[in-house]
């Protein structure tokens, strides 16, 4: 029974990230995550998702507060989304490194209405694409909950 | 003797995934890994003060040139980090006389190519494009075989075996730059993005 169980969400886990992938939330460096992933390392891809995400909050934070200025220090601001296109590369998360792309355009041409629009933008995508991770974090969690039932 | 396949790696990267990320590369690929977050600490680890190449008094060393206490055999650094950049870093170990022969190997999330090509003169090995794959981390080995060969050979005929190699590794960079040809080492990220990254 738990096999049925284990292979079922197992294939829900694949189905939910393929689509993650369809839609251009994730791309290929996820799967190089995964493939990170073994034995002797199990919870990998658990692992980098909640640094990424405590440190992709962070970053969120700061930059918020930064455009609350009334004088942006956009060279401040840039280096903060520098930092958090390069999470976003490293974990795959295609669509928050494209919204940080148009942040550090918005920036570098110091328009500050446009930075804006283009935070607000990383804010939706990040929190799309946290929900997702924690469903897939959910579905990881009940699989080892299971596997770990089975010895 | 120790085995050669067990070659030790300092990582330095300020952000948390990468180093993570970089981490778990490394040790797939077998290497031992040690992760710092900045330059001054990668520089502490191997053993120099940052300002003035001598050795911080407080760490237990016997003499000038034998500050290692533990072997590098390629440092892998970040190129964008605050304060000391990868490049700088770069500068410091090749200007040390006890550091100059271990390779190191630059990262970067961006392709710019007279960064490229400031730290291969400035000495770095290998100009890698973030994100890092696990490809690109079998170039490395060479670079470590090479350095342990060297330490057993006399230093004329070291000298001769730089020359014979360095030519190629160059010229492989220039074409990469110049025909904007996707090799390994210097991948374009286009992605259909227009803005000014």
Known sequence: ?151 | MAADSEFHVLAVDDSIIDRKLIERLLKTSSFQVTTVDSGSKALEFLGLHEDDGIINTNTPSVSPNNHQEVEVNLVITDYCMPGMTGYDLLKKIKESSSLKNIPVVIMSSENVPSRISRCLEEGAEEFLLKPVRLSDLNKLRPHMLKTKIKDHQEPEKQDKEEKQQQPQSNNNNRKAMEEGISTEKIRPRLNGITAMV
């Open chain 1, 1 to 151: 029974m738990n096999q049925m169980a284990i292979a079922a969400l197992k294939n829900q886990y694949k189905s939910f990230v393929q689509s993650m992938f369809d839609e251009g939330v994730l791309d290929n460096q996820f799967s190089q995550l995964q493939d990170l992933q073994d034995s002797s390392n199990p919870n990998f891809v658990d692992e980098v998702i909640t640094l990424f995400c405590n440190d992709a909050e962070r970053i969120i934070t700061e930059m918020n507060r930064y455009l609350n200025y009334q004088n942006v220090d956009f060279s401040k601001l840039d280096s903060h989304v520098h930092q958090l296109k390069g999470s976003s590369s490293s974990i795959g998360a295609h669509r928050l490194k494209l919204a940080c792309v148009n942040l550090r355009q918005a920036s570098y041409e110091r328009n500050k209405e446009e930075c804006v629009e283009a935070f607000n933008s990383i804010r939706h995508e990040y929190c799309l694409l946290r929900s997702k991770f924690q469903f897939l974090m959910q579905i990881e969690r009940r699989i080892v909950a299971l596997e770990n039932n089975q010895q």
